[in-house]
């Protein structure tokens, strides 16, 4: 007899509700004062109204419920615009497409930015950034780019 994977759909979408609601709880709590210091699984689900095993399934720890929030975060903020604006022909175009993303980004996210960088979170958002648009180019890549064919220098050290 052959095991079939049971998937429902109402399940499905009641456990991406759920995720949801846990991200915009844990938004909520690092909101306020020392926030990280006080998130955890347990004060995620005292605001959820859900138990800290429910919290725990949906993320597995603190870490994958701060990932959650930051790729939420991020999503809501528009970071996934860098892509574009970084591969911008007009150099200097690009540049202030740069700026504007990231100024919309740290305002949309003021009051966690702060959060996160008071507590030394600078590494964290540059692994944010990293993980959705990547902070350096390949040697193929660099090769082609400003930095050889107008500095006549390569932006990374070998």
């Given at each position: 007899m052959s095991s079939r994977r049971y998937t429902s759909p109402t399940r499905t979408a009641a456990a991406a509700r759920t995720r949801q609601k846990l991200v915009?709880?844990?938004?909520?709590l690092l909101k306020s004062p020392d926030s990280l210091k006080k998130l955890s699984l347990?004060?995620?689900a005292r605001e959820a109204g859900v138990s800290r095993l429910t919290v725990y399934n949906q993320f597995g720890s603190r870490k994958g419920l701060l990932e959650a929030v930051f790729d939420d975060r991020a999503r809501l903020g528009g970071i996934q615009q860098l892509a574009d604006a970084m591969a911008h022909?007009?150099?200097?175009?690009?540049?202030?497409?740069?700026?504007?993303?990231?100024?919309?980004?740290?305002?949309f996210?003021?009051?966690?930015?702060?959060?996160v960088l008071g507590a030394g979170g600078t590494f964290i958002l540059f692994k944010l950034v990293n993980g959705l648009v990547g902070l350096r180019v390949d040697q193929e890549d660099e090769s082609v780019g400003l930095d050889l064919s107008q500095h006549g220098e390569r932006a990374y050290n070998e």
């Open positions: 915009r709880s844990a938004v909520g347990e004060s995620v022909p007009d150099p200097y175009q690009g540049l202030a497409r740069l700026i504007e993303i990231f100024c919309h980004f740290w305002d996210n003021r009051q966690i930015v702060t959060a």
